[in-house]
T-cell receptor, first 116, second 114 residues
Framework: GAVVSQHPSRVICKSGTSVKIECRSL??????MFWYRQFPKQSLMLMAT?????????EQGVEKDKFLINHASLTLSTLTVTSAHPEDSSFYIC????????????FGPGTRLTVT | GENVEQHPSTLSVQEGDSAVIKCTYS??????FPWYKQELGKGPQLIID?????GEKKDQRIAVTLNKTAKHFSLHITETQPEDSAVYFC?????????????FGKGTHLIIQP
């Protein structure tokens, strides 16, 4: 149980375009989903927290207009990187937390974004 | 905010030996400490976690210890196997606090030598 999927697993886009990444909890409902960013050989940095049906909470230094997050249902959150630049190239990972005050976070397999 | 330090950054052990990874945290209010294993090109996988009301937790070859006074916790892997090779991350969180995400350490690349 507690499976989280992400789509796509890899995406290459041109500078200036936008790309959408989906995060789904497959076998549980997630009140809260998190988006992390990981640069090569580095740790995961929390970008934002999203709760179903409400606006995402962004970490300091993360541009909310650039990284649009939509948590439309209890099983789906999307991250849209708008007007992508090469410096946005990174590994984006989502995680989900189940209902009822659960503590554990379950991570998706990640999406490798390359902006050319 | 919370700050998590993790050591060592790289650990190489012989197959069958034990491996220990250590983390310290700064916020004494943190009360949940998970460990994740990340294989190349994949997302982190939760392998074990501990809450501040216990000092030790074990699951087969994996154990975690917590010293609240010193604000450090450790991952112990016994009888290491080649498939244990991966990057391991510790994390800390305040359950019930304002911040909701996890604060991660920088990771330890564990290499199991055959």
């Amino acid at each position: 149980g507690a499976v989280v999927s992400q789509h796509p697993s890899r995406v290459i886009c041109k500078s200036g375009t936008s790309v959408k990444i989906e995060c789904r909890s497959l076998d549980f409902q997630a009140t809260t989903m998190f988006w992390y960013r990981q640069f090569p050989k580095q740790s995961l940095m929390l970008m934002a927290t999203s709760n179903e049906g409400s606006k995402a909470t962004y970490e300091q230094g993360v541009e909310k207009d650039k990284f649009l997050i939509n948590h439309a249902s209890l099983t789906l959150s999307t991250l849209t990187v708008t007007s992508a630049h090469p410096e946005d190239s990174s590994f984006y990972i989502c995680s989900a937390r189940a209902l009822a005050g659960a503590v554990e976070q379950y991570f998706g397999p990640g999406t490798r974004l390359t902006v050319t | 905010g919370e700050n998590v330090e993790q050591h060592p950054s790289t650990l190489s052990v012989q197959e069958g030996d034990s491996a220990v990874i250590k983390c310290t945290y700064s916020d004494s209010a943190s009360n949940y400490f998970p460990w994740y294993k990340q294989e190349l090109g994949k997302g982190p996988q939760l392998i074990i976690d501990i809450r501040s009301n216990v000092g030790e937790k074990k699951d087969q070859r994996i154990a975690v210890t917590l010293n609240k006074t010193a604000k450090h916790f450790s991952l112990h892997i016994t009888e290491t196997q080649p498939e244990d090779s991966a990057v391991y991350f510790c994390a800390a969180k305040i359950v019930g606090g304002g911040a909701d995400g996890l604060t991660f350490g920088k990771g330890t690349h564990l290499i199991i030598q055959p």
